[in-house]
C-alpha cells in the first residue's frame, strides 16, 4: 500500500523559514516523480513544485519560485520543502504527491504564516 | 501559464441524477506525437486529500466506479457523472500536466438538493 506521511509544519512568523518533509513507501520511490501540492484554506488546489526521479530537474510555480526548493533524497524514501522568506500567503495544507499526474497524496501538513 | 476553467462552481444534485461538470484549458492540452490529452480529474470530499479519478482525459484509476466518465480533446474536457450516489459529494477538479506550472481548475462542488 502506498503510504506518503508529509511533517515539519506549524505556526511560523512572515520572514522565517520551514523545512517540510515527505516519508514515502510502498512503492519504489527512486522511480517516480514527486510534487508538492498546497491548498490555502477554503480555497483551491495549487501545484507548486516537481522534481524528477532522480533529481535532474525541478520546476516551481512563480508564487514561490526562488524561495522554495524541493530536493529528495532516495536513500530514505524521503521528498523535502525547504520553504524560506515565508509569507502570509503561504498559509495553506502542503501535500506531497507522487508521479505525473500526481495520483497518490499524503495527508497533508498544515503551515501557517502568521504574526 | 495554461488557466483552466471549471463550470459551473458548484451544482446542487439529486441521488440518481446525471451530473456533467466542464473544464476547458486556455490552451490545447493534445499532445501530437502521442496523441493523448494531459488533463486529470480529482475528488476531494470534505477533510481528505484529493483522490485521482480520471487521467489521460478519459482513462478511469483502478477502483473508480464506471459511473465516472470523462470525456473531451483539445481545450473542451467534462466530467460526468452518470448516476449521482451520495458519496460522490464533494469538489471536483480538474488539472492540466501537459506544461509546467500544472495548473487546476478552481473546483465544482457537488451538493444535494
Known amino acids: 500500500e502506498v503510504q506518503l506521511v508529509e511533517s515539519g509544519g506549524g505556526l511560523v512568523q512572515p520572514g522565517s523559514s520551514l523545512k517540510l518533509s515527505c516519508v514515502a513507501s510502498?512503492?519504489?520511490?527512486?522511480?517516480?516523480?514527486m510534487n508538492w501540492i498546497r491548498q490555502a484554506p477554503k480555497k483551491g488546489l495549487e501545484w507548486i513544485a516537481l522534481i524528477y526521479y532522480d533529481s535532474s530537474n525541478k520546476y516551481y510555480a512563480d508564487s514561490v519560485k526562488g524561495r522554495f526548493t524541493i530536493s529528495r533524497d532516495n536513500s530514505k524514501n524521503t521528498l523535502y520543502l525547504e520553504m524560506n522568506s515565508l509569507r502570509s500567503e503561504d498559509t495553506a495544507m502542503y501535500y506531497c504527491?507522487?508521479?505525473?499526474?500526481?495520483?497518490?497524496w499524503g495527508q497533508g501538513v498544515m503551515v501557517t504564516v502568521s504574526s | 501559464d495554461i488557466v483552466m476553467t471549471q463550470t459551473p462552481s458548484s451544482q446542487a444534485v439529486s441521488a440518481g441524477e446525471k451530473v456533467t461538470m466542464s473544464c476547458k484549458s486556455s490552451?490545447?492540452?493534445?499532445?501530437?506525437?502521442?496523441?493523448?490529452?494531459?488533463l486529470a480529474w480529482y475528488q476531494q470530499k470534505p477533510g481528505q486529500s484529493p483522490k485521482l479519478l480520471i487521467s489521460w482525459a478519459s482513462t478511469r484509476e483502478s477502483g473508480v466506479p464506471d459511473r465516472f466518465i470523462g470525456s473531451g480533446s483539445g481545450t473542451d474536457f467534462t466530467l460526468t457523472i452518470s448516476s449521482v450516489q451520495a458519496e460522490d459529494l464533494a469538489v471536483y477538479y480538474c488539472?492540466?500536466?501537459?506544461?509546467?506550472?500544472?495548473?487546476f481548475g478552481g473546483g465544482t462542488k457537488l451538493e444535494l438538493k
Open positions: 488539472e492540466q500536466y501537459y506544461d509546467t506550472p500544472w495548473t
Open positions: 504527491a507522487v508521479g505525473y499526474p500526481p495520483d497518490y
Open positions: 510502498g512503492f519504489t520511490f527512486s522511480n517516480y516523480g
Open positions: 490552451q490545447s492540452l493534445l499532445y501530437s506525437e502521442n496523441k493523448k490529452n494531459y
